[in-house]
């Protein structure tokens, strides 16, 4: 049967969230007289009731008996590997000691802001892991280059602060990954330092692995091959560094090598970290996909033989037809490009250059080819990162803020670990340069506030497009509240956080794309309008399958409706229907 006052259902749904909270409710009912009843629509209905309306419908409620079907977040367990992750460039965060350089115990100071470790508040954006880009001492601001694999950048702290700021996160269950870069070392690294000085004083004789067993933890050569450096001090040695001369790649190959970095593990594993990002996984070998397929399998099995629920996800930049053949590897995910960055899928089908229905087509058509190189992968999907231009960017013209925002649902309601780089949620600018993608975290508009970050010193100005954390936190149809509510949503459906699509082509055209998700028990359709039109939907066919409405994500004021088996859609609309 159809509902037919979806607005009802809503505010039911609402009521049930407001009763399974009692202990909560008087104190939120509080804050709201104190904040002015602001926030995004998800509260509206705590926030625009007076106590008593509430009180009267509450008990209607219970006479009722209507089935409560709207649950906070989920709080997961650590061990849970389908998250919502935040990746964060510790550098450009937050500064916790004023000298203008992001740092540990900045970022602690703004945890809250990624998650409180309450799911019945909705003042955070609710991220339940976060990706820690390099925080080991590094010559380099980004920190991709290690000069040591046991310690913390000076620049971000202490192991203190890092111990404290993984204590923090574990209250509020945050689940950390941090970034591995084991392709290559700084070449500060006194391995290579020690390596490089005994090949320039060898000169062209034999090395002997007992004078110096680092020589074969790196790739030297007497040619100078493709990407290829010479070693300092040295007309006759070469190494391997495809990225740089200051990064000598390692050779993953060697045993001692890999004994060291099992006890890399160990050490992170012991502080509390709950696995690893992988670094640059396609060049461990450059050009051989089936060695880095190997080095992976290795790499995996070691960690998952320490620690069973340690989560690994590797950056394989290139096309998905060469990654998805990464996942034999045993490696729980690889990130999700095909769907990333200005010409991705999601990008594509909200600029319109290509069709929506393609997107829904692709949801289900990833699963199918994941699962035959490991029936366990867990997707990785993520819509930009720190290598590439910021999203706000991706738009022009009057429907750009919507296309800001649905892009990111685009990105958050895909199954399995979703990732969002900091900022993303702000709609922050910055393109170009890599310092240009890098910049300070838009806290506030005043660039001399406490803890705001200088950002990288060769970064261009930015103008940004929408305003500062400060300002959109007050703006219910702000970029920040639209992303808030998704995260939410994400996190209160197990469907939408882990389910298998199916793709609903009989709806689908080129503004509009539709598929359901299932998970165990549940199954939710998810309807969403790429046009800045209102779409009105005949639901053929799912007469029997489908309540009502259950949620809606909207750019604006503009809500969905359902009435007689009909789904009038706004612009840039997405509904969740159950
Ligand atoms: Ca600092
Ligand atoms: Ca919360
Ligand atoms: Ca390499």
Not at 3 to 19: E, N, T
Not at 131 to 151: G, N, Q, R, T
Request: net charge negative.
């Amino acid at each position: 049967m159809w509902r037919v006052f979806p607005g009802l259902f809503r505010r039911r749904i609402m009521l049930a969230h407001f009763k399974k909270k009692k202990r909560f409710a008087c104190l939120f009912l509080a804050l709201l007289m104190l904040t002015g009843c602001q926030g995004s629509r998800g509260e509206e209905i705590q926030e625009e009731k007076p106590e008593g309306e509430i009180r009267e419908e509450e008990n209607r409620e219970e006479e009722n008996q209507e089935p409560q079907d709207v649950r906070l977040p989920q709080v997961l367990s650590m061990e849970d590997n389908y998250r919502t992750y935040y990746e964060v460039f510790v550098y450009s965060f937050f500064d916790g000691n004023g000298d203008g350089t992001g740092d540990l115990k900045g970022l602690v100071e703004k945890l809250d802001y990624i998650n409180d470790g309450d799911p019945a508040t909705t003042e955070d954006l609710g991220c339940d892991g976060i990706w820690l880009m390099p925080v080991m001492p590094s010559a380099s601001y980004h920190k991709y280059d290690v000069m040591d694999y046991y310690a913390i950048d000076p620049e971000y702290g202490t192991m203190e602060d890092f111990e404290n700021f993984m204590a923090e996160c574990d209250k509020r269950g945050i689940k950390v990954i941090l970034d591995l870069v084991i392709n290559h070392s700084s070449s500060e690294h006194p391995w290579f330092k020690e390596a490089a000085a005994y090949l320039a004083e060898l000169g062209d004789g034999e090395p002997s692995l007992t004078d110096c067993p680092y020589v074969d933890y790196y790739h030297f050569s007497k040619e100078q091959k493709t990407g290829y450096s010479q070693v300092p001090g040295s007309d006759v040695w070469y190494y391997e560094s495809q990225f740089s001369y200051t990064m000598p790649d390692l050779n993953l190959y060697n045993e001692s090598l890999r004994e060291e970095i099992g006890k890399i593990v160990d050490f992170w594993l012991a502080k509390g970290v709950g696995g690893f990002r992988l670094d640059a996984v396609k060049e461990y070998e450059t050009g051989a996909d089936s060695a880095n397929i190997e080095i992976l399998s290795w790499f995996s099995d070691m960690v998952k033989g320490k620690r069973e629920d340690a989560y690994l996800v590797g950056e394989a930049w290139t096309d998905i037809s060469t990654y998805e053949k990464y996942y034999e590897s045993g490696i729980d995910s690889l990130f999700n490009f095909a769907f990333a960055d200005s010409e991705g899928i999601i990008a594509k089908v909200v600029k319109g250059s290509s069709p929506a229905s393609g997107y829904g087509k692709a949801l289900q058509n990833i699963e199918e080819r994941f699962k035959e190189y490991n029936p366990d992968y867990i997707d990785a999907p993520f819509y930009t990162n720190h290598d590439m231009g910021r999203s706000a960017g991706y738009y022009s013209g009057e429907h750009s803020p919507s296309q800001t925002k649905i892009a990111g649902a685009l990105n958050l309601f895909m199954s399995g670990n979703a990732f969002i780089y900091y900022g993303e949620e702000l709609g922050m600018k910055g393109s170009g340069k890599d310092e240009n993608k890098r910049a300070p975290m838009y806290f506030y508009e005043d660039k001399e506030a406490e803890g705001m970050c200088r950002g990288p010193a060769d970064m261009d100005g930015i103008k940004m497009k929408y305003g500062s954390y400060e300002s959109q936190e007050k703006d219910p149809y702000s970029v920040y509240n639209y992303y808030k509510k998704a995260i939410r949503l994400r996190g209160i459906y197990p469907a939408i956080r882990r389910g298998s699509v199916e793709n609903l082509e009989q709806f689908a055209d080129d503004t509009l794309t539709a598929f359901s998700k299932s998970w165990e028990d549940e199954k939710v359709y998810l309807f969403c309008n790429l046009s800045p039109e209102e779409r009105v939907i005949p639901l053929d066919g799912l007469e029997g399958e489908i309540q009502g409405i259950a949620e809606e994500l909207c750019v604006d004021e503009k809500v969905p409706a359902l009435k007689e088996g009909t789904l009038t859609l706004p612009g840039y609309g997405i509904v969740i229907l159950k």
